[in-house]
């Protein structure tokens, strides 16, 4: 019987992505037949051995996966569990007797487009930054950025000791009191946009996302949400992987003086 990787089957499984997974395991969350896991890599036979999350077993068999798309508002936070009993996206979605969570996370003051799933796979792809799926934002900075303050932020800005990995930015709209920028990320840091923007001294004043990979917020109002199509979710699950091959050209090219 074919063995694989616990964070595949945990993954599959609809509990968390694998990187979720490898939090859990290092804080002693996960055992396998009664003996918690302590060493990575870890390989399971689905059908024999007994897999358990915080004493409670899981079902090794994939969970039927669901999918939604929220335009979330401001002032809903992107948790599981709030201490402030502030709304949360996941009371934004109809409850189908199964566990979602936000792909990614939108602070509170942000609004705009973040997935719900119980697909750990795919919370995986278009979470980390190895895959390279864009985000796309809209911004409304104090202030007028400058050209400078632009190339700044395509290079890359130091935040607490490490450059970010830049972003493709278009002015949208600029004055003396006001810039909009549409600003695209392959990385996600916490609040990254706002931090960037606040290092060059711009305070952002408004900031929405506004698309997921291929996915956009058009048609879906502030506050609404639909369920994705089977195409839109093959989709997602490509994304990025079209950048990445011509990132790796690119630096072939490069290295071969072409």
């Excluded at 569990?81 to 969570?101: E, H, N, S, T, W």
């Excluded at 119980?118 to 400058?146: C, F, I, W």
């Excluded at 303050?149 to 009191?177: C, M, N, P, Q, Y």
């Excluded at 490509?238 to 490069?254: D, L, N, P, S």
Aim: aromatic share 2%; charged share 30%.
């Amino acid at each position: 019987m074919a063995k694989v990787r616990i964070h595949k089957l945990l993954a599959r499984a609809g509990v968390a992505s694998r990187r979720a997974v490898e939090e859990m395991i290092l804080d002693g969350r996960v055992s396998v037949n009664g003996r918690t896991v302590s060493e990575l890599p870890c390989f399971v036979e689905p059908e024999r051995d007994r897999v358990a999350v915080d004493g409670r077993p899981v079902n090794a068999r994939p969970e039927k996966h669901a999918y939604f798309l929220l335009n979330k508002p401001r002032g809903v936070v992107c948790t599981q569990r709030d201490p402030d009993g502030r709304p949360r996206a996941v009371d934004l979605v109809p409850k189908i007797g199964k566990r979602v969570y936000c792909v990614g996370r939108l602070d509170a003051e942000t609004t705009g487009l973040i997935i719900l799933t119980n697909d750990g796979e795919l919370t995986e792809h278009v979470t980390h930054p190895s895959h390279g799926v864009v985000k796309t934002y809209v911004a409304q900075a104090d202030g007028r950025v400058t050209g400078g303050a632009i190339e700044r932020l395509k290079k890359g800005v130091h935040l607490a000791g490490a450059r970010t990995a830049g972003a493709g930015v278009t002015v949208l709209k600029r004055s003396d009191k006001a810039t909009m920028l549409q600003l695209k990320l392959w990385e996600g840091r916490n609040r990254e946009i706002r931090r960037m923007l606040a290092r060059l001294g711009h305070k952002v004043r408004r900031l929405k996302r506004t698309a997921i990979g291929p996915i956009t917020d058009r048609g879906l109002k502030i506050g609404s949400f639909r369920v994705l199509t089977p195409g839109e979710v093959a989709k997602l699950k490509q994304a990025g992987r079209e950048t990445q091959q011509k990132g790796g050209r690119a630096r072939r090219e490069r290295r071969h003086g072409r």
